[in-house]
């Protein structure tokens, strides 16, 4: 058994914004195929490029889902420029830290966000 924080913990048991939006703006799904941990992340931007709401659906570990919730919660009400400067080393400060083995859980947090951004600025574009 892994030894979380207390932070992960807090976070995994009252998880924020777990979800989905139907009619976002950008979705990013990232998964890691060792683990079987898959992450959807959802947006909706606003006119000013501010993310005034993010989602997720993550099927995956205790880390996996802690580490998606603070993401979405670090997102919501950035602009689309600062959301993309959050990493996952940011994200596991925060979580007051992750078990080696479970670093990647960050990693796909941030790659998910990454990726919800990067579909969204594709639509926009179309």
């Not at 914004?17 to 979705?27: L, S």
């Not at 995956?60 to 919501?76: D, N, P, R, W, Y």
């Amino acid at each position: 058994m892994f030894q979380y924080s207390d932070k992960v913990m807090e976070q995994f048991k009252s998880m924020k914004n777990a979800g989905r939006i139907e009619d976002a703006d950008g979705i990013g799904k990232v998964g890691n195929p060792v683990c079987g941990d898959v992450m959807w992340i959802y947006i909706k931007v606003d006119e000013n490029e501010v993310i005034i709401d993010c989602k997720f659906e993550t099927f995956g570990c205790v880390a996996a889902i802690a580490t998606s919730s603070l993401a979405t919660e670090l997102v919501k009400g950035e602009k689309i420029e600062d959301a993309l400067k959050i990493t996952n080393k940011r994200i596991v400060e925060l979580l007051g830290g992750l078990p080696k083995e479970k670093f990647h859980c960050s990693v796909l947090a941030e790659e998910g966000i990454k990726k919800a951004i990067e579909d969204y600025r594709q639509k926009k574009e179309k």
